[in-house]
């Protein structure tokens, strides 16, 4: 009998069981002593690192108690870590190939276009490159623990998987926090689209498009948000989106190919170029733009559970691949795109363009389609936790037209939500100032409790130098998440209500 085997569905390894949960009958067997299942269900805490353990009560007196426990060990640490090759292969699922896409596609987005921004915030090409190139590291050791902790019970979600070293409260945060999230990315898309449509009729039309009511972004977003997205955010299912998510990739490769272009052929006249931040502080205005651009953690565990070699080998080629495709895009486009423009570059570098050049007009177009076909799936995801939170809370007999009912009322008032805030939101880099600091909680926070826990539940006496130091990574992990995001929080909001970004 392992530890797993004695966990209920919905313990928390935090908190202790309710109390109409038949333990005996779930745990015990007719050899099993209660003294073993005590200690195997010894509750693993933070600050409270002992074991115990006791010897069976039918175990032969000849028997060694040591080479018991060890085995016991073993046992328990094949169960709550499986090996990569445990995971069967999932009949018809992603090839490695196709995963690395689906990272990639997972990744690339809005980020793309405020980063070069974020250089300059930050003190140049050389300061942020170098603050990008730390949070690599801890960026690719998440997705790798993420996806070691969804093997402990094959979790498809990242809720699930929170929810398997914390309970069902650390789903439900879980799923408040995916929800800010995604409600926050779905202001972005709406804002960018707002920001194609200025370029593209103030070139069409002329400087004074926005005194004609029609051609006004206020009108124009939400008209055709209304008739291109709302339609999609009421399917109960999200993957018939799949192809158009996939071309998105591609307009994403055309808009950084734009802007090297741009820097080489161009006629831009840059601003000053800064080789240094004016203050250390500004070091952390480049953290919530690569924390945002590089965040796929919310769906990495979906992506990972759909491999058709689902094992940490396979995963491992094909999440390394896709950072360093998304590393050369990021880092390319933020690079040349400040070179070119210097500290007059906007929020958004596609409005530093002449829209009446045609490649800069199909980048504009592009964008807008792309982040039509991207609102609805954020909006799915994030639809999906608040639901799992309102059925937790407020549905106790759950039907099929009761869903259907709750789908249709959280997609609507979602969708007016963020179109209120669109409209009133400058621009992307105001949300993605507070989005960036969410973010660092996948990347940092969520990771380091899994790994915590995971390292506890194998050797909660911390008996080994390698548990040690796999604890004071995954502490480290936490503490830096949660700096991270106070200080990244609170930066932004600061630069969002400051004199400069109200009148911009």
């Not at 019970?153 to 800010?180: C, F, K, P």
């Not at 802007?259 to 250390?280: L, M, N, Q, R, S």
Request: hydrophobic content about 45%.
């Amino acid at each position: 009998m392992t530890i797993k085997d004695c966990i209920a569905p919905g313990d928390s390894i935090f908190c202790p069981r309710s109390h109409d949960y038949d333990y005996t009958d779930h745990c015990y067997g007719p050899d099993d002593d209660p003294t073993e299942f005590a200690n195997n269900l010894f509750p693993v805490s933070i600050m409270r690192q002992i074991c115990a353990h006791s010897s069976r009560s039918g175990a032969d007196d000849n028997e060694d108690p040591n080479e018991s426990i060890s085995e016991k060990s073993d046992d328990d640490q094949a169960v709550l870590v499986p090996a990569s090759t445990s995971c069967p292969d999932t009949e018809g699922g992603t090839s490695t190939l196709g995963t690395i896409f689906l990272i990639v596609n997972a990744a690339l987005g809005a980020g793309l276009l405020n980063l070069p921004k974020a250089f300059d915030q930050a003190g140049g090409v050389l300061t942020a490159v170098l603050v990008q190139a730390m949070l690599l590291v801890f960026i690719m050791l998440a997705l790798l623990i993420l996806a070691q902790t969804a093997n402990i019970d094959n979790s498809a979600t990242l809720q699930e998987v929170m929810h398997t070293v914390a309970g069902v409260w650390g789903r439900r945060a879980t799923s408040v926090i995916v929800t800010v999230y995604c409600f926050g990315s779905c202001i972005t898309f709406l804002i960018i689209i707002g920001d194609q449509f200025d370029r593209a009729f103030a070139s069409l039309v002329g400087s004074d498009y926005c005194h004609t009511w029609y051609y006004n972004r206020d009108f124009v977003m939400p008209a055709s948000s209304f008739l291109l997205i709302l339609p999609l955010c009421y399917t109960k299912k999200i993957d018939f989106l799949k192809y158009a998510s996939a071309f998105g990739v591609f307009i994403i490769i055309y808009v950084v190919a734009l802007i090297f272009v741009e820097y080489a052929t161009g006629d831009h006249v840059p601003g000053p170029i800064k080789t240094k931040p004016d203050d250390w502080v500004d070091v952390f205005s480049v953290i919530p733009v690569i924390c945002f651009g590089y965040q796929c953690h919310v769906s990495i565990i979906p992506i990972y559970s759909c491999m058709k070699h689902r094992n940490i080998k396979h995963f491992s080629v094909a999440s390394t691949s896709a950072i360093a495709i998304c590393v050369f895009t990021y880092t390319g486009a933020a690079t040349f795109g400040y070179l070119t423009f210097g500290s007059t570059v906007s929020e958004d570098i596609l409005t530093n363009y002449n829209a009446k050049k045609p490649s800069v007009m199909i980048a504009l177009v592009a964008m807008g389609l792309k982040t039509y076909a991207t609102y609805p799936i954020l909006l799915f995801c994030g639809r999906e936790g608040l639901s799992s939170i309102v059925k937790d809370f407020f549905v106790k007999d759950d039907t099929p037209s009761k869903e259907k009912s709750r789908r249709y009322t959280i997609a609507t008032i979602w969708f007016v939500a963020t179109i209120l805030l669109a409209i009133e939101i400058p621009n992307i880099g105001a949300v993605i100032h507070v989005l960036g600091s969410f973010a660092a909680i996948f990347i940092f926070v969520f990771p380091g409790v899994c790994l915590l826990q995971t390292t506890l539940l194998k050797d909660c006496k911390l008996s080994t130098i390698k548990s040690r130091l796999t604890i004071i990574l995954a502490l480290s992990f936490v503490v830096l998440g949660f700096f991270l995001f106070g200080v990244v929080l609170t930066q932004g909001i600061k630069t969002d209500l400051s004199p400069a970004s109200t009148e911009s």
